[in-house]
T-cell receptor, first 108, second 115 residues
Framework: AQRVTQPEKLLSVFKGAPVELKCNYS??????LFWYVQYSRQRLQLLLR??SRESIKGFTADLNKGETSFHLKKPFAQEEDSAMYYC??????????FGGGTRVLVKP | SAVISQKPSRDICQRGTSLTIQCQVD?????MFWYRQQPGQSLTLIAT?????????ESGFVIDKFPISRPNLTFSTLTVSNMSPEDSSIYLC????????????FGPGTRLTVL
């Protein structure tokens, strides 16, 4: 069975500092990974997908199959980045398995 | 993307009663999903709502407790039956648009409190 682990429940950083959210997965197949974000009082929305290798809102994430990781990074955090972040893995049947989530707090 | 709405947005219910949550999408989609997010927890998939056939439930979830309907390609309902306080959660529907990226889009959620 697939599993997604986000070891940090809370990350607190100062504005302008780098931020890295860790995500590790276990899956026997070829993984498709996503990062979702939920801002205060807003719905869950897609931030990044590994397959498109894009940078959104300054965030990037690289799939490392050797380390089974898909960490999310941003070199200079902004206050508007404060939110809940979920790493998710797509398995057979298009089902998503979510990690436990990491709350990011960017302090001024 | 897709515009997804859910009704009700929130409700407070008495134990032993049932609540039906509606999910409406502005376009036809093949795959719809229902998730539960318990307080302070992550999202857990309840079932995949299939159009024209019974829903497919994940381990730990059964049809008698969470009956699902999917009458057409734009609409689905989830019923939480015989509720107990442990059912207090946010219930979310999502859709897979079938694009090359296979991402899912989520509704705003229904916040359920069972007293």
């Amino acid at each position: 069975a697939q599993r997604v682990t986000q070891p940090e429940k809370l990350l607190s950083v100062f504005k302008g500092a780098p931020v890295e959210l860790k995500c590790n997965y276990s899956y026997s197949g070829s993984p498709e990974l996503f990062w979702y974000v939920q801002y205060s009082r807003q719905r869950l929305q897609l931030l990044l997908r590994h397959i498109s290798r894009e940078s959104i809102k300054g965030f990037t994430a690289d799939l490392n199959k050797g380390e089974t990781s898909f960490h999310l990074k941003k070199p200079f955090a902004q206050e508007e980045d404060s939110a809940m972040y979920y790493c998710a893995l797509r398995a057979a049947g298009n089902k998503l398995t979510f990690g436990g989530g990491t709350r990011v707090l960017v302090k001024p | 993307s897709a515009v997804i709405s859910q009704k009700p947005s929130r409700d407070i219910c008495q134990r032993g009663t049932s609540l039906t949550i509606q999910c409406q999408v502005d376009s036809q989609v093949t795959m719809m999903f229902w998730y539960r997010q318990q307080p302070g927890q992550s999202l857990t998939l309840i079932a995949t709502a299939n159009q024209g056939s019974e829903a497919t439930y994940e381990s730990g979830f059964v049809i008698d407790k969470f009956p699902i309907s999917r009458p057409n390609l734009t609409f689905s309902t989830l019923t939480v039956s015989n509720m107990s306080p442990e059912d207090s959660s946010i219930y979310l529907c999502s859709v897979d648009l079938g694009t090359q990226y296979n991402e899912q889009f989520f509704g705003p959620g229904t916040r359920l409190t069972v007293l």
